[in-house]
């Protein structure tokens, strides 16, 4: 069956510290890998897209990693500041890209 | 700053009323999206068109929902009759060419409320 997990269901951290964030996925045939940032009461923003070949992708102080063997991915936030403050969500494309599969979601919080 | 708009913001009705939301893509995008959020769900596909044809629809409840592209500027999510069920924040996203590997820019939703 295909399934995104992803851990931990919330966190909070101190600003300036460092945080990683985890998404399991048994999706396959595997086409890409997204993390999307959303702020309360908005929609959800790009932050990077990886596809089979790529193993890690940075965007600003966000980098991705992907493990496409153990089919595990990792967002890491670094010097995290308040505005990092949301929920990160996974989602993978199968096939050709056109099917999408989504986790539910790390609620961050970071707190002064 | 190009961005996807949606309306309306919020929408309160009743059961078994119609409710019609509205997106309009980025200017020259050519693949849409239209998504629903809860929190029990979280964030689910409904539909998707490409070049104003739709290409799958396949997560939508057919028998009360409807999208359509009436032009490459309007996109349009239908329910009829809307259920308590279908309260949700509903989302339009937009892609410029393949979707495959394109990143997706999402509008800011439409919080939908039914009585």
């Known amino acids: 069956k295909n399934q995104v997990e992803q851990s931990p269901q919330s966190l909070i951290i101190l600003e300036g510290k460092n945080c990683t964030l985890q998404?399991?996925?048994?999706?396959?045939?595997?086409?890409?890998l997204r993390w999307y940032k959303q702020d309360t009461g908005r929609g959800p923003v790009s932050l990077t897209i990886?596809?089979?070949?790529?193993n890690t992708k940075s965007n600003g102080r966000y980098t991705a990693t992907l493990d496409a063997d153990t089919k595990q991915s990792s967002l890491h936030i670094t010097a995290s500041q308040l505005s990092d403050s949301a929920s990160y969500i996974c989602?993978?494309?199968?096939?050709?890209?056109?099917?999408?599969?989504f986790g539910t979601g790390t609620s961050l919080t970071v707190i002064p | 700053d190009a961005r996807v708009t949606q309306t309306p913001r919020h929408k309160v009705t009743e059961m078994g009323q119609e409710v019609t939301m509205r997106c309009q893509p980025i200017?020259?995008?050519?693949?849409v999206f239209w998504y629903r959020q809860t929190m029990m769900q979280g964030l689910e596909l409904l539909a998707y068109?490409?070049?104003?044809?739709?290409?799958?629809d396949s997560g939508m409840p057919k028998d009360r929902f409807s999208a359509e592209m009436p032009d490459a500027t309007l996109a349009t999510l239908k329910i009829q009759p809307s259920e308590p069920r279908d309260s949700a924040v509903y989302f339009c996203?937009?892609?410029?060419?393949?979707?495959?590997?394109?990143?997706?820019?999402f509008g800011p939703g439409t919080r939908l409320t039914v009585l």
């Open positions: 996203a937009s892609g410029p060419t393949f979707f495959g590997n394109d990143t997706q820019y």
């Open positions: 998404c399991n996925y048994t999706v396959s045939p595997f086409s890409n």
């Open positions: 990886m596809t089979f070949s790529e």
């Open positions: 989602v993978v494309s199968a096939g050709t890209g056109n099917q999408f599969y």
């Open positions: 200017l020259g995008h050519n693949t």
């Open positions: 068109f490409r070049n104003r044809a739709p290409l799958d």
